[in-house]
């Protein structure tokens, strides 16, 4: 019989960057979103809480708080998954135009490769990204895979009815995409190595909107004309068919499996409503409430368009995980809830011990 530990994280991009830059995605927005009207773009103009978090310093203590409060969490992540000792752990992760392109967007992906090569700290303009560990431009991180075990769920998955694709190399992204580096980045913030294999999953989170923003936040145009928006990805309610199969088959296997969905929540770049400056802390919050709760039906409730009016695309991350918990009669024990309103997208951090 198999055995399950489920974590949940964020591979949050500006955690890696030092706290003077952390504002950075909300500072893209205001730059080069040309559809941000002038009036709002004034921090006068902003949320109360927003204006209070901004303060007199652009966000610098702010961001320094929300740094100690992500890390301590992930601390714990990583202490109950060396405890656990697994031999497999498996990441729930979006790809944002990465590994993925025009050419094949799979809802989801089992990347059961051998190992994995990553360059975190190169930018895709070959540019160096300044990091809170001060590693250098050509650091990369080896990681090995579990190319095995993504053979036996791939297998599982279709035995199951669930037409799972499955890849035993990259096609675009020459390592890991941020989602999946990040969060094992992340999970080894003390630089203590990370020995456990890993086995990605990716899914595809950005849905209507992935190719025709390049997973980003601005929408290309094709002779001044905006592309049409793309088919949705995996509903809320099939991601978590998905881990509650995942889970069915770890149960039945000799497997010791860590499942991480690792993503933010609502990402304000992703909320037309917020102007693109705030994330939905409202649906946040909600979808937090039933979390904490354990009310996982009402997670399999919320519709596509529910998630993409609240820029909760990447939540599909989590309602993978959530699949699995509730396939195993788990609730969560949150870490920590870190609402934010400048620092782009609110992060949910907790663990369902076996």
């Not at 991350?317 to 609730?331: F, P, T, V, Y």
């Amino acid at each position: 019989m198999g055995e399950i530990l489920g974590a949940g994280t964020t591979h949050y991009p500006p955690l890696i960057t030092p706290d003077e830059d952390r504002t950075f995605p909300l500072n893209r927005t205001l730059k080069y979103n040309d559809k941000v009207p002038e009036e709002i773009k004034l921090p006068t103009a902003w949320p109360e809480p927003m204006r209070v978090e901004f303060g007199e310093d652009e966000g610098f203590k702010s961001a320094q708080e929300h740094r100690r409060r992500l890390v301590k969490a992930f601390r714990e992540i990583r202490t109950a998954i060396d405890d656990f000792n697994p031999d497999v752990v498996l990441i729930w992760g979006d790809d944002q135009y990465e590994n993925f392109k025009e050419d094949i967007i799979p809802a989801f992906c089992i990347l059961a490769y051998d190992q994995f090569e990553g360059a975190p700290f190169t930018n895709r303009d070959g540019s160096y990204k300044r990091n809170v560990w001060d590693e250098p431009q050509e650091k990369s991180f080896v990681y090995k895979g579990a190319p095995q075990a993504g053979r036996a769920l791939a297998s599982g998955l279709l035995e199951q009815g669930f037409d799972v694709a499955y890849s035993y190399k990259p096609l675009h992204e020459n390592g890991l995409g941020h989602a999946f580096i990040n969060t094992l980045l992340y999970l080894d913030y003390d630089r203590k190595g990370f020995d456990h294999p890993v086995l990605p999953i990716s899914v595809n989170c950005y849905g209507s909107n992935v190719i025709r923003n390049r997973g980003g936040a601005i929408t290309q145009k094709v002779n001044g004309v905006e592309m049409p928006m793309d088919p949705p990805g995996p509903s809320p309610k099939r991601c978590m068919e998905l881990g509650a199969a995942t889970a069915r088959f770890i149960k039945d296997s000799p497997y010791r499996v860590a499942l991480v969905a690792s993503s933010s929540w609502s990402h304000a770049f992703l909320t037309p409503k917020n102007h693109w400056l705030w994330p939905d802390v409202e649906s946040d919050y909600a979808r937090f409430e039933e979390l904490r709760d354990g009310d996982y039906d009402a997670w399999k409730r919320i519709t596509t368009d529910q998630i993409e009016d609240a820029g909760q695309q990447e939540m599909l991350n989590w309602m993978c995980l959530a699949g699995a918990m509730q396939e195993m009669g788990r609730k969560p024990e949150i870490l920590d809830y870190v609402e934010t309103y400048v620092f782009n997208s609110n992060k949910c951090m907790a663990l369902f011990q076996p």
